[in-house]
């Protein structure tokens, strides 16, 4: 590895989420490595925007606005991250221990990866210790998407220097922006990746793309949409493929004896934060 830790930005989006924010926010906070946190709150009747500031520091950037939905407010966000390296914690979610950013850090000191991402544990919306799906990943290749297969958006972190030079989030796919991101990223533009093989995120189920059956066939159609808009021509059965993979992440789930926060916590002795 070469050269200091990139300094590093997380941008949350937030829209009526009091229940749910402050567990994200201190979840940033304890890491060991300082942070730009990004808050882009959608003009939310409730106590959201108060609570965010509660833990904005003096280099952290919150706005509450009305918005065109989450991916225009993540948009936002990277228009005014100065972080080398950029995460996106949804108000829902948050980071399993203190060093996740210190991890991500790690491997992105070395000049020679553009991106990473890890693994990823859904659990219940009223019980965080009770999983619902373990989305275990693999290293990349470059046959995966053809099979279905997309890494844990919400674990990705890549540098700041991929949104300035690829683009961010496309407005038109609906729920599947960010597939259509990471499609973009890995198969178009075949950015330098790797597999990072611990659960950087944990995720209370209930997501915008799986809400309903009419929200699943909105989202097939933009993936398949994603693939022609990026010159990419898949076979007919990805979205098949894509549904298929996601089986073992729910089966798997039934090996686990204990909790998350009993399986992925590093075992050695916690640092002093790395200023």
Not at 114 to 136: E, F, M, P, Q
Not at 153 to 174: A, W
Not at 226 to 248: D, E, F, V, Y
């Amino acid at each position: 590895m070469n050269g200091a830790f990139p300094k590093i930005s997380i941008i949350t989006v937030a829209l009526n989420s009091a229940s749910t924010i402050e567990d994200c926010l201190e979840s940033v906070k304890k890491q060991l490595l300082p942070v730009q946190q990004i808050i882009i709150d959608g003009n939310s009747t409730d106590n959201t925007f108060a609570l965010a500031k509660k833990y904005a520091g003096p280099e952290d950037k919150l706005i509450s606005e009305p918005d065109d939905g989450m991916y225009h407010a993540l948009n936002k966000g990277l228009a005014i991250a100065r972080g080398d390296i950029i995460g996106v914690l949804n108000a829902d979610d948050f980071y399993p221990h203190n060093r996740v950013l210190s991890i991500v850090a790690e491997q992105l000191r070395n000049p020679e990866v553009d991106a990473c991402y890890g693994d990823l544990v859904c659990v219940s919306r009223n019980d965080r210790t009770k999983i619902k799906r373990h989305w275990v990943s693999c290293p990349y290749n470059d046959k995966l998407f053809l099979r279905g297969w997309m890494p844990p958006h919400p674990t990705f972190f890549c540098r700041r220097s991929l949104y300035e030079k690829y683009g961010g989030f496309r407005l038109d796919m609906g729920t599947a922006a960010d597939y259509e991101l990471l499609l973009r990223f890995f198969v178009r533009h075949n950015i330098r990746t790797c597999y990072i093989p611990h659960i950087l995120v944990v995720m209370r189920v209930g997501g915008m793309s799986n809400a309903s059956i009419k929200n699943r066939l909105a989202a097939a159609s933009f993936i398949k949409k994603s693939w022609h808009i990026n010159g990419i021509h898949p076979k007919p059965w990805i979205s098949a493929a894509k549904s298929i993979s996601r089986i073992p992440q729910f089966l798997v789930r039934s090996f686990f004896n204990k909790p998350w926060l009993d399986q992925d916590w590093p075992r050695k002795e916690q640092p002093d934060r790395i200023t």
